[in-house]
T-cell receptor, first 113, second 118 residues
Framework: SQKIEQNSEALNIQEGKTATLTCNYT??????LQWYRQDPGRGPVFLLL?????KEKRKERLKVTFDTTLKQSLFHITASQPADSATYLC????????????FGAGTRLAVHP | GAVVSQHPSRVICKSGTSVKIECRSL??????MFWYRQFPKQSLMLMAT?????????EQGVEKDKFLINHASLTLSTLTVTSAHPEDSSFYIC??????????????FGNGTRLTVT
């Protein structure tokens, strides 16, 4: 069955540095992958979509890569700010139903001033 | 932007009672809505897909008689947790796609409902 793995350990970085979060998946070749941000007690908020034929996508300080050979996506936040502190989730379409999404457990990012 | 409103945000109920959670798409129509639950520090687990005008489809292991879903209009889906027990305590979140609902378009989430069963 599909599996998504994200670092369960929290990532602590200094303000201004680049944060890099990892999403690995197995037993599947998704047509796309999405990244979401979730703050405590709130629903996730969509950040970026990357398709299988795209190597890299950027949006302001965010960058996502998608390596279908390694079955891995990397999510980068450059010039990080304390306001970027949150949990970041990657999501893939279900193999049996592309309109449904399966989520990773998320990685908590803490940016310290 | 697309807004999904979920109500209530928190509810505490006694064991054996039922709780209804509402999910509304405020500025778009949603023929399909998705219900997730989330335990602390765990991923969102898809419970069911709510389909306007027809029966919901449930994921494996989710009891349809326990978690009743009704999607009576293009802007409203409800989840009723029947005969709630402490193990049903969790964070329930609904979501929907706006626009044409293309399969790779983002999900818009409500802010969730924290259910505590005592």
């Amino acid at each position: 069955s599909q599996k998504i793995e994200q670092n369960s350990e929290a990532l602590n970085i200094q303000e201004g540095k680049t944060a890099t979060l990892t999403c690995n998946y197995t037993n599947y070749s998704p047509a796309y992958l999405q990244w979401y941000r979730q703050d405590p007690g709130r629903g996730p908020v969509f950040l970026l979509l990357i398709r299988e034929n795209e190597k890299e996508k950027r949006k302001e300080r965010l960058k996502v890569t998608f390596d279908t050979t390694l079955k891995q996506s990397l999510f980068h936040i450059t010039a990080s700010q304390p306001a970027d502190s949150a949990t970041y989730l990657c999501a893939l379409p279900f193999s049996g139903g592309y309109n449904k999404l399966i989520f990773g457990a998320g990685t908590r990012l803490a940016v310290h001033p | 932007g697309a807004v999904v409103s979920q109500h209530p945000s928190r509810v505490i109920c006694k064991s054996g009672t039922s709780v209804k959670i509402e999910c509304r798409s405020l500025d778009f129509q949603a023929t399909t809505m998705f219900w997730y639950r989330q335990f602390p520090k765990q991923s969102l687990m898809l419970m069911a897909t709510s389909n306007e005008g027809s029966k919901a489809t449930y994921e494996q292991g989710v009891e349809k008689d326990k978690f009743l879903i009704n999607h009576a209009s293009l802007t409203l889906s409800t989840l009723t947790v029947t005969s709630a027990h402490p193990e049903d305590s969790s964070f329930y979140i609904c979501s929907a796609r706006a626009g044409g609902g293309e399969i790779n378009s983002p999900l818009h989430f409500g802010n969730g409902t924290r259910l505590t069963v005592t």
